[in-house]
T-cell receptor, first 109, second 115 residues
Framework: GQNIDQPTEMTATEGAIVQINCTYQTSGFNGLFWYQQHAGEAPTFLSYNVLDGLEEKGRFSSFLSRSKGYSYLLLKELQMKDSASYLC??????????FGKGTRLSVIA | GAGVSQSPRYKVAKRGQDVALRCDPISGHVSLFWYQQALGQGPEFLTYFQNEAQLDKSGLPSDRFFAERPEGSVSTLKIQRTQQEDSAVYLCASLLGGSPNTEAFFGQGTRLTVV
């Protein structure tokens, strides 16, 4: 079976840093993705990790530890427009691109 | 086309009616995915194609759900005898290669409401 866990909701203050965690248990592993989804819109790609370590891309960074089945998405200098759902997805090999339930992030002033 | 296109954007169906949802992927994209997304939830995997081959349909919730991609481009998701629990947004995604180690592009989805 496959299990991908994320917190349901988080709240953070504009200008701050927030870390969204994702843990996974899958039968295989070929990479982990983070997507952003604003309400009523399609998911859009943020990052892809297949090797352990940190990938930085502007204000967003993503970290992976394969041995721990763990990833996080780090958002810096939060802006109001970052209020969205953040979806963790795993390519398990058997079933490509399986999503977690998503973390709804609210950025407040 | 420039992106993944889904039609219709909105569909209201009476319980028991059959519906067909269409997905036009980005031209040349090999892989195509269908997801079902309930309000406030993440996308739930339904099925996956590489070209015209349906490689995985383990997520289809019942035999009322059927998907095809006969020429390896446009795909149709058909739901027979719709039920209220089928109400959701149906998302289609495509990506260039045969394995998702690159970005998948999503359509805007079809919001299905069964009344």
């Amino acid at each position: 079976g496959q299990n991908i866990d994320q917190p349901t909701e988080m709240t953070a203050t504009e200008g701050a840093i927030v870390q969204i965690n994702c843990t996974y248990q899958t039968s295989g592993f070929n990479g982990l993705f983070w997507y952003q989804q604003h309400a009523g819109e399609a998911p859009t790609f943020l990052s892809y990790n297949v090797l352990d370590g940190l990938e930085e891309k502007g204000r967003f960074s993503s970290f992976l530890s394969r041995s721990k089945g763990y990833s996080y998405l780090l958002l810096k200098e939060l802006q109001m427009k970052d209020s969205a759902s953040y979806l963790c997805a795993v390519n398990s090999g058997n079933t490509p691109l399986v999503f977690g339930k998503g973390t709804r992030l609210s950025v407040i002033a | 086309g420039a992106g993944v296109s889904q039609s219709p954007r909105y569909k209201v169906a009476k319980r028991g009616q059959d519906v067909a949802l269409r997905c036009d992927p980005i031209s040349g994209h090999v892989s195509l995915f269908w997801y079902q997304q309930a309000l406030g939830q993440g996308p739930e995997f339904l099925t996956y194609f590489q070209n015209e081959a349906q490689l995985d349909k383990s997520g289809l919730p019942s035999d009322r759900f059927f998907a095809e991609r006969p020429e390896g481009s446009v795909s149709t998701l058909k739901i027979q005898r719709t039920q209220q629990e089928d109400s959701a947004v149906y998302l289609c995604a495509s990506l260039l290669g045969g394995s998702p180690n690159t970005e998948a592009f999503f359509g805007q989805g079809t919001r299905l409401t069964v009344v």
